[in-house]
């Protein structure tokens, strides 16, 4: 059974929170270090974080493909 369009955009627009959470935490891990703030439980998590955006945006990116296919096939 093949996903619909509507459930890939619901799909993509979950994605997209994920990621701006994602992002708004790095930005402000980032700060933190840049601020000298950064402590070595602070840079740990920052790369976390990055590891997790960076999968997340390779779902993103494939989602957004798969969609292009279904809407164009």
């Known amino acids: ?8 955009h619901v ?11 994602l992002s708004a935490e790095r ?3 980032q700060d933190q270090i ?11 998590r920052e790369r976390e974080v990055s590891n997790e955006r960076r ?3 390779e779902r993103i990116d494939a989602l957004r493909q798969q969609l ?6």
Do not use: I, Y
Not at 35 to 44: A, L, S, Y
């Open 1 to 8: 059974m093949e996903t619909t369009v509507e459930e890939l």
């Open 11 to 21: 799909q993509l627009a979950k994605l997209e929170a994920a990621e701006a959470r």
């Open 27 to 29: 930005s402000r891990l």
């Open 34 to 44: 840049d601020f000298g703030f950064g402590t070595d439980t602070t840079r740990e």
């Open 55 to 57: 999968q997340l945006h």
């Open 68 to 73: 292009r296919k279904q809407q164009l096939g």
